[in-house]
Nanobody, 123 residues
Framework: QPRFVESGGGLVQPGGSLRLSCTAA????????MAWFRQAPGKERELVSC????????KYGDFQEGRFIMSRDNARNTAYLQMNFLKPEDTAVYYC????????????????WGQGTQVTVSS
């Protein structure tokens, strides 16, 4: 079964930065798009960003307003999420997943998830 391992979360002050990593374990994501979602307490899981298999196209949730950058390193089977100018409302568990070759925004297209990494933005 496909598995993802997320890391890089933590406690950061408002305005700070974090870089999340997601490594696929046991299978190759070279021909798959990858995505980051997040889920805050009491809220639905929402798309943060996704990137095509070839890294030539990506999409972002409107809330991030240019603060986040997603990238990937297929040689490492890993995707990254650079988050800058973090706000308290960015506090959530961040999850990654993968699907077909092109970025899709619908959560129903993703079947496998990691355990997530907690991001807390607070002073």
């Amino acid at each position: 079964q496909p598995r993802f391992v997320e890391s890089g979360g933590g406690l950061v002050q408002p305005g700070g930065s974090l870089r999340l990593s997601c490594t696929a374990a046991g299978f190759s994501v070279n021909y798959m798009s990858m995505a980051w979602f997040r889920q805050a307490p009491g809220k639905e899981r929402e798309l943060v960003s996704c990137i095509d298999a070839g890294s030539d196209s990506s999409k972002y949730g409107d809330f991030q307003e240019g603060r986040f950058i997603m990238s990937r390193d297929n040689a490492r089977n890993t995707a990254y999420l650079q988050m800058n100018f973090l706000k308290p409302e960015d506090t959530a568990v961040y999850y990654c997943s993968a699907t077909g070759p092109y970025c899709v925004v619908s959560i129903s297209d993703y079947s496998y998830w990691g355990q997530g990494t907690q991001v807390t933005v607070s002073s």
